[in-house]
T-cell receptor, first 110, second 115 residues
Framework: GENVEQHPSTLSVQEGDSAVIKCTYS??????FPWYKQELGKGPQLIID?????GEKKDQRIAVTLNKTAKHFSLHITETQPEDSAVYFC?????????FGAGTRLTVKP | NAGVMQNPRHLVRRRGQEARLRCSPM?????VYWYRQLPEEGLKFMVY????????ESGMPKERFSAEFPKEGPSILRIQQVVRGDSAAYFC?????????????FGEGSRLTVL
């Protein structure tokens, strides 16, 4: 089955700096790559996603890039704010079968 | 437009008791997934169900754990004879399951504590 690895496990940045989280996946058939944000005590919420026919997608301060050849994808958050502090999960999916990375705890220091 | 509803939000059981966690998917969603999250850890896939069918249960322990998604009513994750190691947050997610849309919508989770 699909195996997703995520790095780093923790990330601390100063407010205003950028944050980058990277993931690799094992199954070249995966075609959907979402990113979820989980705040303390809550369920994960989708923040951005990308499909295998697209190399990059941006939504305001967040962007995701996908390299299908290398089987890796990344989340970029620019101009970080304290409210960006949370745990972020990447995932890779093949037709409704979604597997998650272990998560990255992002802390944005004011 | 209710989202994915899970209950109970918190459940306390003693070792050896049974735990039943319920999940009502979003309206129009026919696919349900259960994930387990241990403290400070990621989301571990347990089981993927459609109405009246288990599609993939490769992540679910072979013993004591079972899941169902009946034609009517919520999906149920059942843990028999709970042990302390079962203490975790259990998240349910649902999707429309059409083609490869893929997006999962998560509930707020059920937090099981085994004493």
């Amino acid at each position: 089955g699909e195996n997703v690895e995520q790095h780093p496990s923790t990330l601390s940045v100063q407010e205003g700096d950028s944050a980058v989280i990277k993931c690799t996946y094992s199954d070249s058939a995966s075609n959907y790559f979402p990113w979820y944000k989980q705040e303390l005590g809550k369920g994960p919420q989708l923040i951005i996603d990308i499909r295998s026919n697209v190399g990059e997608k941006k939504d305001q301060r967040i962007a995701v890039t996908l390299n299908k050849t290398a089987k890796h994808f990344s989340l970029h958050i620019t101009e970080t704010q304290p409210e960006d502090s949370a745990v972020y999960f990447c995932a890779a999916s093949i037709i409704n079968d979604m597997r998650f990375g272990a998560g990255t705890r992002l802390t944005v220091k004011p | 437009n209710a989202g994915v509803m899970q209950n109970p939000r918190h459940l306390v059981r003693r070792r050896g008791q049974e735990a039943r966690l319920r999940c009502s998917p979003m309206k129009g969603h026919s696919h349900v997934y259960w994930y387990r999250q241990l403290p400070e850890e990621g989301l571990k896939f347990m089981v993927y169900l459609q109405k009246e069918n288990i599609i993939d249960e490769s992540g679910m322990p072979k013993e004591r754990f079972s899941a169902e998604f009946p034609k009517e009513g919520p999906s149920i994750l059942r843990i028999q004879q709970v042990v302390r190691g079962d203490s975790a947050a259990y998240f349910c997610a649902s999707s429309r399951g059409l083609g490869d849309t893929g997006e999962l919508f998560f509930g707020e989770g059920s937090r099981l504590t085994v004493l």
